[in-house]
């Protein structure tokens, strides 16, 4: 039995990627017999910790969650791994938290080994106006200080392997470790068929779908490709899901009212609802600035539930996108992404194998259980 324990910025009920993916991992070493301790910043109680220990520190892995964070793990068994769940904006401090980082250099290794997830290594200078230039440079700052110290280096994405050398050359070799969906896989047929009949009851009407948090620079991008697609294909009806979704058709029934009636939102659904959403949809575009890539839950929710996806390559993209499994744009280019969905719309073999295909790469590739079954064969590899 491995004794984990996990630090977080975020853990349910609080919303977010790594919230629900920590969670994932943390309930699945369990259902293995191992012994996880979760610490996360304060928080509502869950009705059901799926036999994960929750540690609720009494600040964001400030000064008093530090010291409690210390005492917390000194008390107990001594862990076999630290394990950080790492993404700079989620530890509270806008995003520079520089002490949380320096006392896991400095003193968490002395309590365990010390391994460190980057989901994200540091704020995209290149995204962003130059008043942020002083956040990507302690994001850098703490990005070292976290792969200096780290016994193991993860990573969600290989793309962060030459950022992470940049900041800290003497950093051990990153292990990708891909996320899994974050959300279900079974859907009654008959849920589904009710969505379907709610948003696209007219006979050949085809739904097309977006699930993601609609931040402001992919949103722009969305929008344009969706005017695009329902200017060009009058049968097409859009299902827009997830946290912020409404915000975002009504910014589009602003720009486009001539096409507002095409294009619905759920808003943010329940979990368990949402699979049968998915799978109504005849196919998702899912753009990405920096591309499609493992660490995109948004994309894997698409592949896991059998749904067509169109996306776009970027830095990021790894090179298992390159087979089939999703249909891609070259750019995150409006124009580029419309038009590979008006193809994929025209060709329903090809969208029927694009779906199957992405279906067969998530269960070989990105499935929870090969998540765990690596930080396990890392672990007595240790």
């Not at 994932?24 to 910043?41: C, F, H, I, Q, R």
């Not at 008093?64 to 964070?69: D, H, P, S, Y």
């Not at 000194?74 to 076999?80: G, T, V, W």
């Not at 891609?328 to 295909?357: I, M, N, Q, S, Y």
Request: proline letters at 9%; hydrophobic letters at 45%.
């Amino acid at each position: 039995m491995t004794r984990w324990a996990i630090l977080t910025g975020e853990y349910p009920p609080e919303p977010g990627g790594v919230s629900d993916y920590t969670r994932l991992v943390a309930e699945a070493l369990a259902a293995a017999g191992d012994a996880v301790t979760v610490y996360a910043p304060p928080g509502e109680p869950l009705a059901d910790a799926q036999g994960v220990s929750v540690v609720r520190l009494p600040d964001h892995f400030g000064p008093r969650g530090l010291l409690a964070l210390d005492h917390a793990i000194a008390r107990r068994p001594r862990p076999d791994c630290v394990l950080v769940q790492y993404v700079p904006h989620a530890f509270g401090s806008k995003a520079m938290n520089v002490p949380f980082t320096a006392w896991v250099a400095l003193r968490a290794r002395q309590l365990a080994p010390v391994w460190v997830m980057f989901h994200e290594v540091a704020f995209p200078f290149a995204w962003r106006p130059a008043k942020y230039a002083l956040l990507g440079s302690v994001n850098n700052l703490m990005a070292r200080l976290l792969a200096g110290a780290a016994d193991r280096v993860l990573v969600s994405v290989p793309g962060w392997e030459p950022h992470l050398r940049r900041v800290c050359p003497k950093v051990r070799r990153p292990e990708w470790l891909p996320v899994p969906c974050n959300v279900g896989t079974a859907a009654d047929p008959t849920d589904v068929a009710a969505v379907r009949c709610r948003y696209a009851a007219e006979p050949d009407t085809q739904l097309v779908g977006h699930f993601g948090t609609y931040a402001p620079h992919l949103a722009d991008v969305l929008t344009r490709a969706l005017a695009e697609l329902l200017s060009r294909r009058p049968r097409v009806r859009v299902l827009l899901l997830g946290r912020n979704s409404d915000r975002c058709r009504d910014a589009f029934a602003s720009r486009e009212p001539a096409l507002a009636h095409r294009v619905h939102a759920t808003g943010e659904l329940p979990p368990d609802r949402l699979p049968a959403h998915l799978r109504a949809c005849d196919l998702l575009i899912q753009p990405y600035p920096d591309g499609v890539s493992s660490r995109r839950t948004s994309v894997m929710a698409g592949l896991a539930n059998g749904v067509p996806v169109v996306t776009n390559l970027g830095p990021l993209s790894e090179g298992v996108w390159a087979h089939g499994a999703v249909a891609l744009a070259p750019a995150c280019d409006p124009h580029a992404l419309a038009e590979r969905a008006a193809h994929l719309l025209a060709d329903v073999p090809a969208r029927c194998g694009t779906g199957e295909k992405g279906q067969a790469l998530y269960r070989d590739t990105f499935t929870l259980a090969r998540t765990v079954d690596a930080l396990r064969r890392f672990e007595r590899e240790t």
